[in-house]
């Protein structure tokens, strides 16, 4: 599908799961070994609530094992939000 897309001149944002893209997610193991994940957190208040942005990206990584491969860009955000209530009780 990735191979059609740029064939028509167009770029994607495609949802890779690791049960449909085993290869990546050995290529993302091994360079998160190695520490070649890039990563920033961001951390922004809203309210009474933080909300953290973490986000994780690799750039070139093959997307199969078969060749020819095209390599492709990685990306992943998780998003945390604190929620502080305090109480007292009696």
Not at 33 to 39: H, I, K, L, P, S
Request: charged share 20%; hydrophobic share 40%; with cysteine.
């Amino acid at each position: 599908m990735c191979e059609c897309v740029l064939a028509q001149g167009y770029h994607y944002v495609f949802v890779c799961l690791p049960d449909s893209h085993v290869a990546l997610y050995d290529w993302l193991k091994y360079l998160d070994a190695n520490g070649e994940v890039q990563e920033l957190t961001i951390r922004q208040r809203h309210g009474r609530h933080w909300h953290f942005y973490h986000y994780r990206w690799v750039n070139g990584i093959p997307l199969r094992d078969t060749q020819p491969a095209i390599t492709t860009n990685w990306f992943d955000l998780t998003v945390r939000i604190l929620d502080f209530r305090f109480w007292i009780l009696d």
